[in-house]
């Protein structure tokens, strides 16, 4: 079984750029979910979507981030202006349903300068 | 707010020995308990995961047990290897809740 791909690996951009990220969870999940990992901490939910609609996005900073996952499988979170303060490990994770076993992608690691 | 601690922050053992890992929580109310391994640049690995009605999980060398009235969970890494040596993350799920809350993780060396 494949298991969550994400892509690029690694991102460097100056602050006030815009970057994008792509995931694509495991064949069959309903659930994924995007976090922000911050060397040192464990990882923040950012959005949890259920298919194709929002379930969860209150620690999502709306002013700079977006995210979307049309037709419910694949997403995209976008960051739009970047901010030094933004320099992170961004993982996906996917999950069969809500309160499921979560799978992880190797991340993506975005370094603003 | 669930809080999720974990002590110690790092952790280094001779190979072969047993060792334990602590994950503490604020809130008993929760509906799960997942612990993972994050090797160094890489994303994390689901190890056990632990339903609010089970008191553990095991497998392999892996053991998780769960006790909510104390807001406790352990992982019993029985035997440590080299291989064994990564950051080792607990998470919470609240019940009524949509968010996994994670520790801040155990970064575990096993010496040669």
């Known amino acids: 079984e494949a298991g969550v791909a994400q892509s690029p690996r690694y991102k460097i951009i100056e602050k006030r750029q815009s970057v994008a990220f792509w995931c694509n969870p495991i064949s069959g999940h309903a659930t994924l979910y995007w976090y922000q990992q911050i060397l040192g901490q464990g990882p923040k939910l950012l959005i949890q979507f259920q298919n194709n609609g929002v379930v969860d996005d209150s620690q999502l900073p709306k002013d700079r981030f977006s995210a979307e996952r049309l037709k419910g499988v694949d997403s995209t979170l976008k960051i739009q202006p970047a901010k030094l303060e933004d320099s992170a490990v961004y993982l996906c994770?996917?999950?069969?349903?809500?309160?499921?076993?979560?799978?992880f992608g190797p991340g993506t690691r975005l370094t603003v300068t | 707010k669930q809080e999720v601690t974990q002590i110690p922050a790092a952790l280094s053992v001779p190979e072969g020995e047993n060792l334990v890992l602590n994950c503490s929580f604020t809130d008993s109310a929760i509906y799960n308990l997942q612990w993972f391994r994050q090797d160094p640049g890489k994303g994390l690995t689901s190890l056990l995961l632990?339903?609010?009605?089970?008191r553990e999980q095991t497998s392999g060398r892996l053991n998780a047990s769960l006790d909510k009235s104390s807001g406790r969970s352990t992982l019993y890494i029985a035997a440590s290897q080299p291989g064994d040596s990564a950051t080792y993350l607990c998470a919470v799920r609240p019940v009524l809740s949509n968010q996994f809350y994670f520790g801040t993780g155990t970064s575990l060396t096993v010496i040669p």
């Open positions: 632990i339903q609010s009605s089970q």
């Open positions: 994770a996917s999950s069969f349903a809500q309160y499921y076993e979560q799978y």
